[in-house]
Every structure is written in C-alpha cells, then in structure tokens.
C-alpha cells in the first residue's frame, strides 16, 4: 500500500508497526479460567490490523505467546498469525515471556533446538529499522531478568547505529508500576543495568508487555510503550482487590515511526457504536482539496463538515 497524502503539516511515518502482546494462547481451544477464549482475542487483533492504513510491515508480539507453553499452542500462534502476516506484507518478531518455555518456543516459532538456559534473543532488519527481541525470561520464575552476556550482547549490537534506529522489545518493560503493586515481585530485576547500555545509543522507542494493560515510561530517556493484552487484562483501578484480571479492555498498539519521533497509538480490540462520522470514499475527496480548503472545511466551526455534512463530489 501507497503512503496516505498528509493532510496535516508532517510527513508520513517511515515505518509502521503493530505491537501486540499477551496473547496466552492455549491448546485445543481452552479457555483461561473457563471464561475467556484467548484465540477468539488474537482474532480480533488480526482483524484489527487489517484495517490499518498503511499496513504495519512488522507485528511485534512481547511475550507470553503460550499460557503454558504447549507446542500445539505455537502451531496455532503461527496458523492464525503467520498467513495474517503474509497478507499485510508484515514479517512477525517473536518475543520470549515469563509463561513461554525456551525449548518449546524454538522448535515450535523456528524450527530450533534450544538450551533451556540460552536466552532467545533476535535481531531483525525492518526496512533498515532494528528490532531487536531480548529475552528477559527466568526459567522456573515469573520475574524478569537480563544477564550479564546478553548485556554484552545488547551493547556489541548497538555499537553499530541502524539506518533508522532501533526498536527494543522485550516482554518485562523497565518501568514502574504505580497502578500495580501487585506486580512489583515479577517487574524486571536491576533495570538500571539495562538503562546504561541504552544511554547515548540509537534506541527510539522500547515495547513492552507482560502487565496486561497500557502504560507508558522512560528509561534512560527512552520512551517505553507498554501493549495491553489481546487475552484478559489487569484493572488498574479495581475495587478492594489487590489484583484484578478482567475480560474486557483488550487492545494492542500501532506504532508509527518518524525521522524524529515514535507515536504510539492504543487500538481497542471490542467494537463501540459509531456516534457520528462519514464513509470511507470521502478520503479521496479531502486528500483533492488544498491545505487552505481542507483547512475551511474541516477546521472552521460553522462548515458543513462540522454540521454533519458533506457537499463533495
């Protein structure tokens, strides 16, 4: 798909991403709690991205892939996303959770035999954008944590800067966590370590998952985007429960890459009532008319635009 035409004062993104994470998937269709279907939500992501215009041209998953890292579980992750991909002219960046198991991973997403105590770390070329998926998993844990090689790692790779930065993903976001405390236990561990190695390189934006629900941060300057859930999410705000899982508010990011910025956008997965709005064919109709006419139309307050209609042809 072509770039739209701006219709504002800044250019297109140069890249287009869609940050998914969470999506818990279980084998044979179960459900998790015997309430919500995992699959059913992955699907409406899918369905999402579909309509994204442009496509994004990589979907980025941080973590938990597999509630239980069942091998069945990682051939349907990659029946339902993989040909969803293709369609888009997206290639897929996989990402180590704590609920994923490395053997299991390798040899169901890449056809690899794994050691249990290598981390599955990856590196990716979108477009001359560097992604970058680090595994922050514990075996045995649900906390994160980054060892002293894959630090080495992260900085031998970024010692070389990309054509147009690097995006780093990894499941535990190093960020706090002031509407979760609950999860403080499981955050990933000596988060300062990690923000030496990313001071002063080409990092430009840091995605996350692993909280179930949207929340964004800095480390070491960077900005750090934190996807909800495409399977069940965490209440921020409950009331009287320590913790709260809840089956609604499910989303994923659109992640819109700039020459001098990232904009991270937060796409709802369930439907709502339109309330007001025009069709899609009147694009073509805006995108015709001049900055000043598009300006008259839509900016001032009395234009048929803003009345609820449109006189265009």
């Known amino acids: 798909m072509t770039s739209p035409v701006p219709l504002g004062q800044h250019p297109p993104?140069?890249?287009?991403?869609?940050?998914l994470s969470d999506p818990h998937l279980l084998?044979?269709?179960?459900?998790?709690?015997g309430v919500?279907?995992?699959?059913?939500?992955?699907l409406l992501a899918l369905e999402r991205l579909r309509r994204m215009h442009p496509a994004p041209r990589a979907l980025v998953f941080t973590g938990d892939l597999a509630d239980r890292a069942e091998p069945a579980a990682y051939r349907r992750l990659r029946e339902l996303v993989e040909p969803a991909a293709a369609e888009m002219g997206a290639e897929v960046v996989w990402v180590m959770g704590n609920h994923d198991e490395r053997a299991a991973y390798a040899l169901g997403l890449f056809g690899e035999d794994a050691d249990p105590d290598a981390p599955?770390?990856?590196?990716?070329?979108?477009?001359?954008?560097r992604v970058i998926a680090l595994d922050t998993s514990v075996p045995g844990y649900h906390h994160g944590e980054i060892t002293p090689a894959q630090l080495v790692w992260l900085a031998e790779e970024l010692a070389v800067p990309a054509p147009h930065g690097t995006v780093l993903a990894m499941h535990h976001p190093p960020i706090p966590l002031p509407m979760l405390r609950a999860a403080e236990t499981i955050e990933l561990a000596d988060q300062h370590l990690l923000a030496d190695v990313l001071a002063g390189s080409d990092v430009r934006a840091v995605l996350g998952g692993h909280y179930h629900y949207s929340s964004h941060s800095t480390v070491a300057g960077i900005p750090?985007?934190?996807?909800s859930a495409t399977c069940y999410t965490t209440d921020p705000a409950p009331l009287a429960r320590f913790v709260s899982?809840?089956?609604g508010h499910q989303g994923l990011n659109a992640v819109h890459v700039y020459a001098d910025r990232v904009v991270h956008t937060v796409v709802p997965l369930s439907a709502a009532p339109e309330v007001s709005g025009f069709p899609a064919d009147v694009t073509a109709q805006v995108e015709a008319l001049t900055p000043e006419e598009r300006r008259e139309l839509i900016s001032r307050k009395d234009s048929p635009f803003n009345?609820?209609?449109?006189?265009l042809h």
Request: aromatic content about 2%; proline content about 5%.
């Open 13 to 19: 993104a140069t890249h287009v991403l869609a940050h």
């Open 27 to 33: 084998a044979g269709g179960a459900l998790q709690y």
């Open 36 to 42: 919500v279907d995992p699959e059913a939500g992955l």
């Open 120 to 129: 599955q770390d990856r590196v990716h070329d979108v477009d001359g954008l």
């Open 224 to 227: 750090v985007s934190v996807a």
């Open 245 to 247: 899982g809840v089956d």
């Open 307 to 311: 009345a609820g209609t449109l006189p």
